[in-house]
């Protein structure tokens, strides 16, 4: 098993991928915009667990390919670099675009888009007290870089960082467990989703020992406990209060990952470059929407297809706009990095 080629991880951070865009266009662009309160289907509602899957593989990924730099801080630097080169750029390039299109539609976009303080704040990804970031997906982002700076104490000194971590883990398992309603800083740092990165990171640590076989298991396991649990959520009501449900959905995403990352499974091309565009997917997939709406509307597409057809054009003209704008932005971006960059061990990420 290879750590700078991981095909099957690429086709589940895919499926992730376009499970959150699913999500949004099923609950709200569809119903609010065409079908009066009408998605394409109840099934679709669970889509918002991509984004426990890829909490759980930002973890598993951490682990796997700087696992052996915990306790030395002379790797910290060159993490950190990485991470926010990976994240940063591309972001504040496509925030921008988003800003501009709010100032070419005024009223269209939240309140706080016209605050400099907030705009700041969603460019740095730093968390505010009263509203989310400007980009709404973008809340994600904020707890992804709080756990790289978790992670990288890890590197400055073992034992503090897992003294670190373990106070993390646990205050998220103590404000879980107590149902107490909190408040910023409190709710960011301590929101149950940071637990996923446990998960991943224990991933990371065992797979290298995990069999073939059991985990070809694993992911057959984890995927029928995945869509069983989410099948059951968009049928019937959550089987667990709201902050509870990423524990279970992180629970499966841990075995499902063990299987893609030693199952032997087949990664098609086509899933492994959605895999390769995912992060652009889901930055620009809600902005695409929206675009994508005022021209379906004024065609009149609504009137002639249903709901479900209309969510698998979107799903297509999401993949078609993120593919483009990975190959088109995203990969050149880190490419000019990378040569810019001193030699390092280079890995997919």
Known sequence: MQPTKLDGLQCGRAVAALMVAVFHANVFLLPAKFYDGQGAGAIFGFGYAGVEFFFVLSGFIMM??????????DKVGTFLSKRILRIYPIYWIILTVLLLLYVLSPGSGPQHAQDPIAILASYLLFPQPDNGPIMRVAWTLQHEM?????????????????????????????????GVDTAYPVDFIFK?????FLFGVAVGAVVRRVPQSMARICFWGGALAFASLGAFESLNDAPFPEAWMPIPYGVASAFIIIGLANGGLPAPRWLTLLGDASYAIYLVHMPTMTIAAVFIARSGLHHILHPLPMLGLILL????????????????LLSYFKRRASPIVKAQI
């Open 146 to 178: 709080l756990f790289y700076l978790i992670f990288a104490t890890l590197m400055i000194n073992l034992r503090l960082g897992i003294a670190l971590s373990a106070v993390w883990v646990f205050g998220c398992l103590a404000v879980l467990v107590s």
């Open 317 to 332: 003209l999401v993949s078609v706009v993120g593919v483009f704008v990975h190959r088109a932005v995203e990969k050149p």
């Open 192 to 196: 149950s989703h940071n637990i996923l």
């Open 64 to 73: 796997f390919v700087h696992g052996r730099d915990l306790g030395h801080p």
